[in-house]
């Protein structure tokens, strides 16, 4: 069974815009996971622009015994004020899941997986220490990484494949290459011995199709499309019709 995790960050988007409290992230998580939703995805950064270090914490208890809770975000980033870094927020939440982004600072959202002929030498020892703290580990890659299995050898569980590119080509409605491309990063992946996520710009358009090739897709992290749906049709129909997509 596929985990559908939300990712929450765009309800803290629409908070700090005008900010207060309004409206609530632990409201509208709480309304996911009573909806069906397996997990909760955050993606902090060190600016702070929408989800933050309280929130994680607030999150993380809410998450604790009942759904898995996955924190994305640059190890490498340093600690800041506001923003401990993504090593202490994992060391004090201990999520079920981190999940390893290359995002700089200036980016509005994450474009690129790792290069891990460049940067498995300082991935390692972020992967280790992560799991010392008992988080499953997953690393953002793209799908025509041409070593992608490596991701097992640095101590990786999972990979996340990003499916922009994928998203992009069902949207101009000649998505075949880029689903084949997919499915044959997620086939090598799982003979190195990783689990396979999947996230970025999915929606209820085209995540059916990505499940049905891969079927043992094992997480799909989804939150822009999620939240914008949820503006029409409500918070709990939009989870539900998620969920059942990933149950065809």
Same mark, same amino acid.
């Given at each position: 069974?596929?985990?559908?995790?939300?990712?929450?960050?765009?309800?803290?988007? =629409?908070?700090?815009?005008?900010?207060?409290?309004?409206?609530?992230? /632990?409201?509208?998580? !709480?309304?996911?996971?009573?909806?069906?939703?397996?997990?909760?995805?955050?993606? $902090?950064?060190?600016? /702070? /622009?929408?989800?933050?270090?309280?929130?994680?914490?607030? *999150?993380?208890?809410?998450?604790?015994?009942?759904?898995?809770?996955?924190?994305?975000?640059?190890?490498?980033?340093?600690?800041?004020? #506001?923003? $401990?870094?993504?090593?202490? *927020?994992?060391?004090?939440? !201990?999520?079920?899941?981190?999940? @390893?982004?290359?995002?700089?600072?200036?980016?509005?959202?994450?474009?690129? #997986?790792?290069? =891990?002929?460049?940067?498995?030498?300082?991935?390692?020892? @972020?992967?280790?220490?992560?799991?010392?703290?008992?988080?499953?580990?997953?690393?953002?890659?793209?799908?025509?990484?041409?070593?992608?299995?490596?991701?097992?050898?640095?101590?990786?569980?999972?990979?996340?494949?990003?499916?922009?590119?994928?998203?992009?080509?069902?949207?101009?409605?000649?998505?075949?290459?880029?689903?084949?491309?997919?499915?044959?990063?997620?086939?090598?992946?799982?003979?190195? #011995?990783?689990?396979?996520?999947? #996230?970025?710009?999915?929606?209820?358009?085209? =995540?059916?199709? =990505?499940? !049905?090739?891969?079927?043992?897709?094992?997480?799909?992290?989804?939150?822009?499309?999620?939240?914008?749906?949820?503006?029409?049709?409500?918070?709990? $129909?939009?989870? !539900?019709?998620?969920?059942?997509?990933?149950?065809?």
């Amino acid at each position: 069974m596929t985990v559908l995790s939300v990712n929450v960050n765009k309800i803290a988007v =629409l908070r700090n815009s005008r900010g207060g409290r309004e409206p609530d992230v /632990r409201h509208a998580a !709480q309304t996911c996971i009573a909806a069906g939703a397996g997990g909760i995805t955050v993606h $902090p950064r060190p600016d /702070r /622009r929408h989800i933050r270090p309280d929130d994680v914490q607030v *999150l993380g208890e809410l998450c604790r015994g009942l759904v898995e809770f996955n924190i994305e975000g640059n190890g490498f980033a340093p600690a800041r004020e #506001g923003y $401990p870094g993504l090593i202490a *927020l994992v060391a004090q939440t !201990q999520p079920a899941q981190c999940t @390893l982004v290359p995002d700089g600072d200036g980016q509005i959202t994450s474009d690129h #997986g790792f290069d =891990l002929r460049a940067d498995a030498a300082r991935l390692k020892p @972020l992967i280790a220490a992560l799991k010392a703290h008992r988080a499953r580990v997953s690393l953002f890659m793209d799908v025509d990484a041409p070593d992608i299995e490596r991701a097992a050898e640095l101590g990786a569980d999972r990979v996340e494949l990003y499916t922009g590119p994928y998203a992009e080509a069902y949207a101009r409605g000649h998505h075949a290459r880029e689903l084949e491309t997919c499915v044959r990063a997620a086939e090598r992946a799982r003979a190195a #011995g990783l689990d396979v996520n999947a #996230g970025h710009d999915l929606n209820q358009a085209n =995540l059916g199709a =990505l499940k !049905q090739a891969i079927p043992f897709l094992a997480e799909a992290s989804i939150g822009h499309a999620l939240i914008g749906e949820a503006l029409y049709a409500g918070l709990v $129909p939009t989870v !539900q019709a998620y969920l059942k997509i990933l149950a065809a």
